[in-house]
């Protein structure tokens, strides 16, 4: 999208340990969680080495400009190495951060740490997290488990086995 008024002149990234521009190292780790209803579980998490956005902004008005600023994540070719056409791209693109910010008149520089972004946690949900999240939106009630069929999370809080035959499973997740 454009704007008459505000014309970005340069963006580029620079990734915390690197002496290149626009080189982002991304990964894969694994959280394990010991879940009281199916087990062991691995969630996988994307995640990345610290970075900073650094943008140049324009603003050709003569008063202050608040503007949202959306960054995007795309690739530029596919697996062949063949160019993506920009219209490939658009389905493929991953929002990594959105924010506001008050451009001044004239050249604005915004450097902006991956840290802050607004669409990544710290620190991932766990399973259980999730769980005990969704036994509290639909109001769950752990006073209704069957006492024979019920067990117990790391916090104490009760949840009812859904599968008759479950095996219970104890212990921490294997490596």
């Known amino acids: 999208l454009e704007m008459d008024e505000v014309k970005v002149t340069e963006v580029n990234v620079k990734s915390i340990g690197h002496r290149s521009k626009n080189i982002l190292d991304t990964f894969f780790t694994l959280q394990k969680n010991h ?13 990345s ?5 650094n943008l140049k902004i324009v603003n050709k008005k003569k008063t202050d400009k608040t503007v949202n600023i959306r960054i995007f994540l795309a690739p530029i070719e596919d697996e062949n190495n063949k160019k993506l056409s920009l219209e490939e791209q658009r389905t493929l693109w991953t929002i990594m951060d959105r924010f506001t910010v008050a451009l001044h008149p004239g050249s604005n520089t915004i ?3 991956s840290c802050l972004s607004s669409i990544t946690v710290e620190k991932p949900y766990t399973l ?15 006073s209704e488990c069957n006492t024979s069929k019920q067990k117990c999370g790391d916090h104490g809080e009760c949840s009812p086995s859904c599968k008759p035959n479950e095996k219970e499973i104890s212990g921490d997740c294997p490596g």
Do not use: A
């Open 35 to 47: 879940y009281t209803e199916i087990g062991c579980v691995k969630q996988p998490h994307l995640n």
């Open 49 to 53: 080495d610290p970075f900073l956005y």
């Open 111 to 113: 450097k902006r740490s």
């Open 128 to 142: 259980d997290q999730i769980y005990k999240q969704i036994q509290r939106m639909f109001n769950l009630d752990s």
